[in-house]
């Protein structure tokens, strides 16, 4: 119940397409689901956040889709870059617990070719 | 302002040894996560500290343990060190345990 499943592991985009990268959750326990990327020998950055009162998050190209009801979220990236190749990893937590543990889901490394 | 500061970066280590990392937490930051990633299992919670007591610990072994002092800063500790303990070990800070985690660069262990 404390896992978060996250697809697909690998994605190739080409340069100025969407890409999709899909997790979902059991705890219904969780209330806070960020999303990292992370470049080879640096440390995950936090990249974008949601609350499930909200059902979608947008920051610039970077938009968070939130379906409470199926347990699952989503990360689209628009306009998508070769600078945006990278390791993303969606995460889960109890925001209003004592706490403060994320469950990551395993990662999707994603490759924008030009 | 400063970013988490993990220091050392690398670190090569011979089996039965022990090692500790040390992890300086964002100014004004008083919560000190720790992860293990490795390519298997990802990222994995160790433990948390908050005001210098743990507030949480994952499903490691008793070899792994971690400490935070009054200024935040914290050191984690793996004692008679294995294998299967190389790993990439992140920390991540933030002002309490239900805020945004931010993290260092890690510190690349490697056992041999």
């Known amino acids: 119940q404390q896992q978060v499943k996250q697809s697909p592991q690998s994605l190739i985009v080409q340069k100025g397409g969407i890409s999709i990268i899909n997790c979902a959750y059991e705890n219904t326990a969780f209330d806070y689901f960020p999303w990292y990327q992370q470049f080879p020998g640096k440390g995950p950055a936090l990249l974008i956040a949601i609350r499930p009162d909200v059902s979608e998050k947008k920051e610039g190209r970077f938009t968070i889709s939130f379906n409470k009801s199926a347990k699952q979220f989503s990360l689209h990236i628009m306009d998508s870059q070769p600078g945006d190749s990278a390791t993303y990893f969606c995460?889960?937590?109890?925001?209003?617990?004592?706490?403060?543990?994320?469950?990551f889901g395993k990662g999707t490394k994603l490759s924008v070719k030009p | 302002k400063a970013g988490v500061t993990q220091t050392p970066r690398y670190l090569i280590k011979t089996r039965g040894q022990q090692v500790t990392l040390s992890c300086s937490p964002i100014s004004g930051h008083r919560s000190v996560s720790w992860y293990q990633q490795t390519p298997g299992q990802g990222l994995q919670f160790l433990f948390e500290?908050?005001?210098?007591?743990?507030?949480n610990k994952g499903n490691f072994p008793g070899r792994f343990s971690g400490r935070q002092f009054s200024n935040s800063r914290s050191e984690m500790n793996v004692s008679t060190l294995e294998l299967g303990d190389s790993a990439l070990y992140l920390c991540?800070?933030?002002?309490?345990?239900?805020?945004?985690?931010?993290f260092g660069q890690g510190t690349r262990l490697t056992v041999v």
């Open positions: 991540a800070s933030s002002y309490g345990p239900p805020t945004e985690a931010f």
């Open positions: 995460a889960a937590r109890v925001y209003g617990g004592s706490q403060g543990n994320l469950i």
């Open positions: 500290y908050f005001s210098e007591t743990q507030r």
